[in-house]
């Protein structure tokens, strides 16, 4: 059973960064694809980013194209959200998935586990 843990939220400022980290344990991430969602108050969770499991295949939200950048190193059963530029409109708590394939997805139902979320808010 894999185990997610994310760390790295807390506060930014508009324009500012923010590097988010999700460690991998009970399991290989190796042969898993990874995605990051986030949910803001009363919204739905939505799609942010997701990679393949060999790291090289990667897909993002139009909201967050060209500042995120997800990134993953299988030797460390460990991933990263890179997130520049910040909005106060990217203000959420950010979950880290996995799924026992090879293909990244930007589906919530195609994902098996799911860590416990970071709180990122970015000030206006």
């Known amino acids: 059973q894999v185990q997610l843990v994310e760390s790295g939220g807390g506060l930014a400022q508009a324009g500012g960064s923010l590097r988010l980290s999700c460690a991998a344990s009970g399991g290989t991430n190796s042969l898993y694809a990874v995605g990051w969602f986030r949910q803001a108050p009363g919204n739905e969770r939505e799609f942010v980013a997701a990679i393949d499991w060999t790291g090289v295949s990667t897909f993002y939200a139009d909201s967050v194209k060209g500042r995120f950048t997800i990134s993953r190193d299988n030797a460390k059963n460990t991933m990263w959200l890179q997130m520049n530029s910040l909005k106060p409109e990217d203000t959420a708590i950010y979950y880290c998935?996995?799924?026992?394939?090879?293909?990244?997805?930007?589906?919530?139902?195609?994902?098996?586990?799911w860590g416990q979320g970071t709180q990122v808010t970015v000030s206006s």
């Open positions: 998935a996995a799924r026992p394939a090879y293909d990244r997805s930007i589906y919530l139902s195609n994902y098996d586990h």
